[in-house]
């Protein structure tokens, strides 16, 4: 995955995110507290291995809703709400990965996002500054999983993820907007 990602985190009790997770699942909790992320990026170039990219599919922006999840002592993660912007790409997506996919109207510029879903709205302002030099337990924690899961008619999948450690840097966040 290559672009700009911008993320924030917040946490909650886990009785406000349980709802939203399948029973299979168990909530994945840090100092007491479960925890959601917003994360935006744009996707460059994806492709299947061995094949070249196609670029009016295979770069789309997206934005993902996720919580942190254990199954059988396995962390990863959970997808609450998965967007993407280019409906071919989000079709193409979900039927590979089976993952629910869904349109979102995503715009971008250096440094903002802003998605327009059904639900909600979310717009993420913020300005990169200095590299994260040493990551705190709760940077690993949160970005150091390998396995997203997936429930889908009755049954549980876990997909194993293959990704370098993200690189971190410090925000200055100058918006944060999300509106239900």
């Known amino acids: 995955m290559n672009g700009l990602t911008q993320?924030?985190?917040?946490?909650?009790?886990a009785s406000d995110i349980l709802p939203f997770i399948p029973k299979l699942l168990e909530l994945d909790i840090f100092n007491e507290k479960a925890w959601v992320s917003a994360v935006a990026f744009t996707i460059k170039l994806l492709r299947p291995r061995l094949l070249p990219p196609f670029p009016i599919i295979s770069t789309f922006n997206e934005v993902n809703i996720r919580t942190y999840v254990t199954a059988?002592?396995?962390?990863?993660?959970?997808?609450?709400?998965?967007?993407?912007?280019?409906?071919?790409?989000?079709r193409l997506a979900r039927l590979i990965t089976g993952l629910n996919y869904q349109h979102?109207?995503?715009?971008?510029?250096?440094?903002?996002?802003?998605?327009?879903?059904?639900?909600?709205?979310?717009?993420?302002?913020?300005?990169?500054?200095?590299?994260?030099q040493s990551k705190i337990n709760l940077d690993k924690w949160l970005t150091e999983r390998y396995c997203v899961?997936?429930?889908?008619?009755?049954?549980?999948?876990?997909?194993?993820?293959?990704?370098?450690?993200?690189k971190l840097?410090?925000?200055n966040?100058?918006?944060?907007?999300?509106?239900?």
Do not use: M
């Open 72 to 90: 059988e002592s396995k962390p990863g993660i959970y997808f609450i709400d998965i967007r993407a912007d280019k409906l071919l790409s989000l």
């Open 173 to 180: 966040l100058s918006e944060l907007q999300l509106h239900l």
């Open 169 to 171: 840097n410090y925000l």
């Open 149 to 166: 899961y997936l429930y889908k008619k009755n049954n549980l999948y876990r997909y194993q993820i293959h990704h370098s450690k993200w």
């Open 104 to 132: 979102g109207n995503i715009e971008r510029k250096r440094n903002w996002y802003s998605l327009n879903a059904e639900k909600y709205l979310l717009s993420i302002s913020s300005s990169p500054q200095s590299r994260v």
């Open 7 to 13: 993320s924030f985190c917040i946490f909650f009790t």
